[in-house]
Every structure is written in structure tokens, then in C-alpha cells.
């Protein structure tokens, strides 16, 4: 289980949502490259960059600084965010992305999510905005009648191996993740995990670590890494520790 830091990217700014409501936005870097340079010296092993205004509006909208952080840094970065297309998913592939990150196209167009998956294979992550079991969209602002277990059934049958978890009513908060949701999920969907929301202590990825669930290969972290309640190089040890 490795911990992949959070770099989201509003108008050029690296933010931090609470909840996903995007009225509720705190500034924490006007410069994103070195803030994922940052992440990358104190020992990130992977970044993850959504772009949020491409999220909301449908479409790439930070593409330019997607394509200076992947130049400057030396470790894979997974983007999302507005990839609605398949240019549009080349265009993420081609600018440096070592995974393209697919949420609401893949939600709404499973034959695009097929061809993608067909063309890139394990480039090609999804992203679950969850909430109460169902899939939001559309920047998580969009409900779905689509059941998040149902879902993932499908897109592993189309040759997905990893999906982002994101609990929405936990992103931002520092309340832990849901871990319940989390282990339920797991039982009726064998696949691979990168959990995200919520996030609040050391203590978290201890128990996410102590599941020992091998379908839990990352960890997505964001205000707790920008509000120091976690240090990254501590937690890099704790979920890289052999059981």
C-alpha cells in the first residue's frame, strides 16, 4: 500500500475541497509543480493531480500545468478530471500521465471505457465518487441512480483492475474514511482499491494497513498532508511495514 499525495488544481491554484462542494475551497499553493515537487522530496512514490475545473466543466482546463508537473517530476502521476474524450484521453496519456483517471464518461458510456481500456489497459483507472452507495458525477455534483458495487462488477468484466474509492461525504474532512463501506465493498467486488477521503491521521492507514487486504494497493491523501497531521515520510513507513 503505498501514499499517493492529493494535488488538486483549480484556476492554477492547488486547493482542497470539503465534501467535494466547490464553495468550500481552501488555497493552499499558487504553484502546483512545486507543490507535487514538494510531495516528491519528502518520498511520494506516485502523485495524484485532478484537474477540478475540468471536472465541473467537462472538459480539460489545466492541461498546461498537468503537463509541467509530469516534466518536472520523476515519479508516475495519475491525472483526472474532465476527460470526457477520447482526444481528450490522449491528450492526458501524451502530456506524461503514467494512468488517466476516467469518472463520469466512464459512468455514462461503457463502450468509451471498453475502447480505452482496450487501447491503454492498465493506464486507464476509475474513479467511485460515492455517496450513500451511489455513484455521483459530473465534479460530484450530479447523483446517479448507479450502484457503486454494481458498477464495478461491470467495468471489471470490461478488464478494469483498479478503481479510486472516494468516499464523498468523508473527502476533506479529516473524520477518517468510511472503513465499514470501505470493507463491504471489498466483500461483494474483488478489485483493486485506491482509497480516498477522508484521511485524517496515521492512525487511519494503520487500520486500512491492518486489514491486510491485498486488494488495497494505495492510499489517497490530501488536507491531512497540507495541514500536517500527517508527515509523509512517516507515513510511507507505516504502510510499506511487512506484516
Not at 71 to 89: C, F, K, M, N, Q
Not at 205 to 231: C, N, P, Q
Amino acid at each position: 500500500m503505498i501514499v499517493i499525495p492529493a494535488v488538486d488544481i483549480r484556476d492554477g491554484k492547488v486547493v482542497r475541497l470539503f465534501r467535494g462542494d466547490f464553495s468550500k475551497e481552501t488555497v493552499y499553493s499558487n504553484d502546483p509543480v512545486k507543490t507535487a515537487l514538494k510531495w516528491q522530496s519528502e518520498g511520494a512514490k506516485r502523485l495524484h493531480v485532478v484537474d477540478l475545473d475540468g471536472a465541473l466543466e467537462g472538459k480539460l482546463k489545466n492541461l498546461n500545468w498537468v503537463r509541467k508537473i509530469t516534466a518536472s517530476v520523476d515519479i508516475p502521476v495519475e491525472v483526472g478530471g474532465g476527460i470526457r474524450t477520447d482526444s481528450e484521453l490522449r491528450t492526458i496519456v501524451n502530456a506524461g500521465a503514467s494512468y488517466a483517471i476516467l469518472g463520469t464518461k466512464a459512468c455514462e458510456d461503457e463502450e468509451f471505457l471498453k475502447k480505452a481500456v482496450d487501447r491503454y489497459g492498465e493506464k486507464i483507472m476509475v474513479s467511485l465518487d460515492i455517496r450513500d452507495g451511489y455513484l455521483q458525477t459530473k465534479g460530484w455534483v450530479n447523483p446517479t441512480d448507479i450502484k457503486a458495487v454494481d458498477f464495478a462488477e461491470r467495468i471489471k468484466k470490461i478488464g478494469v483492475k483498479t478503481v479510486e474509492y472516494t468516499d464523498i461525504s468523508r473527502d476533506g474532512t479529516l473524520q477518517g474514511p468510511g472503513f465499514e463501506n470501505i470493507l463491504k465493498f471489498l466483500k461483494e467486488v474483488e478489485i483493486d482499491m485506491i482509497v480516498s477521503g477522508g484521511i485524517s491521521s496515521i492512525a487511519d492507514l494503520r487500520i486500512l494497513k491492518e486489514y491486510d487486504r491485498k486488494e488495497i494497493i494505495g492510499v489517497i491523501v490530501g488536507r491531512a498532508l497540507y495541514d500536517s497531521k500527517i508527515i509523509l515520510k512517516e507515513a510511507n513507513r507505516v504502510c510499506s511495514q511487512k506484516e
